[in-house]
């Protein structure tokens, strides 16, 4: 059972920034794992909004380029995904989603159904 665990969530005021975290036990290789970020805004769709694949590349749904960056750090003893969020929106209000997935093809990487594993969600709240 993957564990996948979101922080960071919470309220800001449009304009403002949030930085989203994901940590996941050491016991497994998410350095070269797949993982992203999606978000299910009230009465939409789940989508996807930033991905990083084993070889760091990075991708980005159109919303959030140039606002959003993806990263993973290697702290000692887990494994992270962060989400750094600037100039928000309300738009970007949603529940976000930490996931991860062993291999995603690069045209697939921003779509939910490659992905095994998935966090409970973060509540992000711009208004």
């Known amino acids: 059972h993957v564990q996948l665990v979101e922080s960071g969530g919470g309220s800001v005021q449009v304009g403002g920034s949030l930085n989203l975290s994901c940590v996941a036990p050491p016991r497994y290789s998410y350095s070269t794992y797949c993982m992203d970020w999606f978000r299910q805004g009230p009465g939409k769709e789940r989508e996807g909004v930033a991905a990083i694949d084993g070889d760091r590349r990075t991708y980005y749904a159109d919303s959030v380029k140039g606002r959003f960056t993806i990263s993973k750090s290697n702290a000692k003893n887990t494994y992270g995904l962060l989400l750094q969020m600037n100039g928000l929106k309300p738009e970007d209000t949603a529940v976000y989603y930490c996931?991860?997935?062993?291999?995603?093809?690069?045209?697939?990487?921003?779509?939910?159904?490659?992905?095994?594993?998935w966090g409970q969600g973060t509540q992000v709240t711009v208004s």
């Open positions: 996931v991860a997935e062993r291999v995603v093809a690069g045209p697939f990487v921003l779509q939910e159904w490659p992905y095994s594993y």
